[in-house]
């Protein structure tokens, strides 16, 4: 059975612009969350869907966005990029709502974003 | 929201010995409580979970322990090898979401 898949996984990026990253879940799996991974912050939660919904949201603010397609693949953009966008964004999948009932979310590689 | 707090940061032991780490966390709801290895630039993954009705769980030289009332799980590695070289991060989910410690970089040392 395939895991997370994530693409791509690194790419270079110049202030101002914006990116969009890719996640196809684990087959069967209808829960996708992102988050993003700093040495300073550590993993911190952006957001999630579900059936195409967004369930949850992290602190973040409105430049960075996602949504799931009904094939539970998932994309984020981030737009108007900053320096401390740099980061590795994971994205995880799960079979139902992450957290509900101890569903366990499994992680992708993760995507590298080095703004500069 | 909840707050999970994680010691040490970093960690070394010798091969063959043992090595814990420690989170806790604020939210007495919090009901499941997964460990996530990360190797040097792969995903987290997932190598061990314990949900609040288990005090103990063991899966070979790993082993995970729950004290709802202090608000304290563990993670233990007995047996310590190279390869168990890595970061290790503890979260707690309350249902709606996932909250994870800031990570323990663990080295053995051969």
């Known amino acids: 059975k395939a895991g997370v898949t994530q693409t791509p996984r690194y790419l270079i990026k110049t202030r101002g612009q914006q990116v969009t990253l890719s996640c196809s879940p684990i087959?069967?799996?209808?829960?996708v969350s992102w988050y993003q991974q700093t040495p300073g912050q550590g993993l911190q939660f952006l957001f999630e869907y579900f059936s195409e919904t967004q369930r949850n949201k992290g602190n973040f603010p409105g430049r960075f966005s996602g949504r799931q397609f009904s094939n539970s693949r998932s994309e984020m953009n981030v737009s108007t990029l900053e320096l401390g966008d740099s980061a590795l964004y994971l994205c995880?999948?799960?079979?139902?709502?992450?957290?509900?009932?101890?569903?366990?979310?499994?992680f992708g590689e993760g995507s590298w974003l080095t703004v500069v | 929201g909840e707050n999970v707090e994680q010691h040490p940061s970093t960690l070394s032991v010798q091969e063959g010995d043992s090595a814990v780490i420690k989170c806790t966390y604020s939210?007495?709801?919090?009901?499941?409580f997964p460990w996530y290895k990360q190797e040097l630039g792969k995903g987290p993954q997932l190598i061990i979970d314990?949900?609040?009705?288990?005090g103990e769980k063991k899966d070979q030289r790993i082993a995970v322990t729950l004290n709802k009332t202090a608000k304290h799980f563990s993670l233990h590695i007995t047996e310590t090898q190279p390869e168990d070289s890595a970061v290790y991060f503890c979260a707690a989910s309350t249902g709606n979401q996932f909250y994870f410690g800031t990570g323990t970089s663990l080295t053995v040392i051969p």
């Open positions: 995880a999948s799960s079979l139902g709502t992450g957290g509900i009932s101890g569903n366990t979310i499994y």
């Open positions: 939210d007495s709801a919090s009901n499941y």
């Open positions: 087959s069967g799996h209808r829960s």
């Open positions: 314990i949900r609040s009705n288990v």
